[in-house]
């Protein structure tokens, strides 16, 4: 089975294309082939992990992608944030979220807390 580690772009390369090729054809789990792809894979991702990471979102990239993503809007953020005009002062990032909002979010919308704690950015979003 001669699968070594992944430790530079090159090896990187290498193994993304045998991969590709196993993502046409998936081979069945416990068979040769397909403990050869489960081992590609996690060599693979623990090589993006250390040399590819990705920051959490801040928290308002974090709550607005919640929000598309389950279609809610600013009324539905109320029962976590407070009124309508505290939500788009958090959306506008003109205030900073509390830890009971940061609570709130986590705990009925699921939004990782990790997310939520990070100070914003100074992106502007519309």
Do not use: W
Request: aromatic share 6%; proline share 10%; net charge negative.
């Amino acid at each position: 089975m001669n699968i070594r580690p992944i430790r530079t772009q090159d090896d990187y390369r290498a193994a993304m294309r045998e991969i590709s090729i196993f993502f046409d054809d998936e081979p069945e789990p416990n068979t040769p082939e397909g403990e050869r792809f489960e081992i590609l894979l996690t060599l693979a991702q623990a090589y993006e992990t250390k040399n590819f990471p990705i920051d959490p979102p801040d928290p308002v990239e974090a709550i607005r992608f919640r929000m598309e993503q389950a279609g809610l809007t600013v009324k539905d953020l109320e029962p976590m944030i407070g009124r309508s005009n505290r939500v788009y002062e958090i959306l506008n990032r003109k205030r900073p979220l509390t830890l009971p909002m940061i609570r709130k979010l986590h705990d009925r919308l699921g939004i990782p807390a990790e997310s939520l704690i990070r100070p914003l950015s100074d992106a502007r979003t519309s």
